[in-house]
């Protein structure tokens, strides 16, 4: 007889821990199954995030930003370091250490709360039946009442470069290179490439970005893509966009990539190359041919707005599905499809996804862009803050880059809010709470921020939708 539980969580990462966790506390009878196996050969919960993507990625660029700004920033603060150096094997090591620690605690907190952890793969078949597949051991089947799929995602390969040894490397080889390429080429000038070009552009690398699209970071607001531009190009990095990759090559222990561009056919030398064009939904062995889960073109799972499959009873969430690949929209999605199988309402606001790129400095964003506002028709209006104009970034030494407010010109509701500065990730959480709330710019306006804070600089940008900025000259921009 099958073993029987209340839910199944097929997925161990952000969305499907969260799920799991979220379910046991109201009562299900839970299991997590989730195939992540360390280096070591050990199991660890926690998906791409934990493993190879987020939170090591995060302790890289901390790292390697710590270093520059020592070496190249602490004069201007009257510090003097001498002969600073960087050991990048203890770097990686320090990396290692918090995957570790972080991936121990979900699965500690996956047991206290009492989610039962299998370690290996399940595949979904007709009436939520799972087959179980352990590391080691015979395939059991399992029986819920409620599936969620919570697979995630895995980087996109291309045919021009297949990935060799550590020459050519996805974004999971990027963060174990132990020594600093001289010369490092990276594809794909989106938000994985851009954060893995600017930690070995730090450290001492010579950057090479080959982007395919014309435009840069279309995603993010113009004004602030415009910026970032300028920014990494200070920084050295050499960005080129139109930059269609055809081929590679390893002779020796380089690489050669051949590109076409608007000047014709060209190739680059480089020690090691980054492939970052992206990921794709993992599926692979996951639905039977009878589990009743579509997929879409794209081959994402088939969801509608509260993350329900074609199949009854079966749900999917996290990068599986359609919306941005970020774990925190993935953790709300997993909370929400708990909390609707034990009979509550909830909802995931995807017009309030707050999105981050953690270079430095720092990129957010929440809400619309103005180009999109200009391509729906909306008529808008706009305030902007430099944060040159800003005293706490002028007291460290941060008076790069800006903050906007887009708000609805009738209405004032506040639209989008973007920003390229110090400590985005952190003050656009501001932004998303105000969003979330459907505030007016007047309302940002009228509550008090503490002096002196980066965060002033979302509310002067607030005050100049209408004009009333105090710290900038006033030049309220309505829609033209």
Known sequence: MATKFDVIVIGGGPAGYHAAIRAAQLGMNTACIDKWLNPAGAPAFGG????????????????????????????????????????????????????????????????????????GRASLHAGRSVEFTPHEGETTTLEADHVIIATGSVPVDIPPCPLIDDIIVDSTGALELQSVPKRLGIIGAGVIGLELGS????LGSEVVILEALEEFLPMADKNVSREAAKQFKKQGMDIRLGALV????????????????AEGEKTEKFDKLIVAVGRRPYTEGLLAVDSGVNLDERGFVFVDDHCNTDAPGVYAVGDVVRGPMLAHKGMEEGIMVAERIAGYKPQ?????????????????????????????????????????????????????????????????????????CAHASELIAEAAIAMEFETSAEDLGLTMFAHPTLSEGLHEAALAVSGHAIHIANRRRKQP
């Open 348 to 420: 995931v606001n995807y017009d309030t996804v707050p999105s981050v790129v953690y270079t430095h400095p720092e990129i957010a964003w929440v809400g619309k862009t103005e180009q999109e506002l200009k391509a729906s028709g909306d008529i808008y209006k706009v305030g902007n803050f430099p944060m040159a104009a800003s005293g706490r970034a002028m007291a460290s030494n941060e008076t790069v880059g800006l903050i906007k407010v887009l708000a609805d010109e009738m209405t004032d509701r506040v639209l989008g809010i973007h920003m390229i």
């Open 199 to 202: 930690v070995w552009s730090r």
């Open 246 to 261: 055809t081929g590679s090559s390893v002779k020796g222990k380089k690489v050669e990539v051949s590109y076409s561009d």
């Open 48 to 119: 791409t995030c934990l493993n190879v993507g987020c939170i090591p990625s995060k302790a890289l660029l901390d790292a390697s930003h710590k270093y520059i700004d020592a070496k190249e920033g602490f004069s201007d603060l009257g510090i003097q370091v001498a002969d600073i150096a960087i050991d990048v094997p203890a770097m990686i090591d320090h990396k290692a250490k918090i995957v570790d620690n972080l991936t121990k605690g979900v699965a500690g907190l996956l047991k206290t709360n009492g989610v039962t952890a299998l370690e």
